[in-house]
């Protein structure tokens, strides 16, 4: 079994910065892509990033693109979402999650594993 946690959130004003970090346990997470989500509510859980096992490719959804970077050290066993230049659309619960892949995915369906999540607001 792995478990992730999740870190981070908070309340930030528009065009504020927050770095979130996915800390993982019960398993080396070095052989596999990492994702972080988001669900705002009334809404669908939506891919926001992915990581490859390695962390040399990186894929990010269009709407975060150039305002959020993921990273990973493996030697930690820890994944992070540095998001900058936030806007109010980007209040959500994001979650970060196990790929079952090497290479990372946007589609939900291969990811094993969740963490709980982690609140995220900013304010206008």
């Known amino acids: 079994q792995v478990q992730l946690v999740e870190s981070g959130g908070g309340l930030v004003q528009a065009g504020g910065s927050l770095r979130l970090s996915c800390a993982a346990s019960?398993?080396?997470?070095?052989?596999?892509?990492m994702g972080w989500f988001r669900q705002a509510p009334g809404k669908e859980r939506d891919f926001v990033a992915a990581?490859?096992?390695?962390?040399?490719?990186?894929y990010y959804a269009d709407s975060v693109k150039g305002r959020f970077t993921i990273s990973r050290d493996n030697a930690k066993n820890t994944v992070y979402l540095q998001m900058n230049s936030l806007k109010p659309e980007d209040t959500a619960v994001y979650y970060c999650?196990?790929?079952?892949?090497?290479?990372?995915?946007?589609?939900?369906?291969?990811?094993?594993?969740w963490g709980q999540g982690t609140q995220v607001t900013v304010s206008s």
């Open positions: 990581i490859s096992w390695s962390g040399g490719s990186t």
């Open positions: 019960g398993r080396t997470v070095s052989s596999y892509a």
């Open positions: 999650a196990l790929d079952r892949s090497l290479y990372g995915s946007s589609r939900r369906v291969t990811y094993d594993y």
